[in-house]
């Protein structure tokens, strides 16, 4: 979840040492997931491979 996660307290963390590089976040919004194959699940969330390095680049 985007929410409440890791990366909050990473940010904190970051932000507490004055961090100026960037930081992004990508997780899943606070949502009902459909059930699928795993492999379909991370695709339509923009979590598999191909989306995340899309995301990079």
Known sequence: ???????????AMLDSHSYGGS?????VDDVYVQHASVKSSLKALGLDAQSMTEALL
């Open 1 to 11: 979840m985007r929410s409440g996660s890791v990366a909050d307290v990473m940010r």
């Open 23 to 27: 930081f992004r976040v990508t997780a």
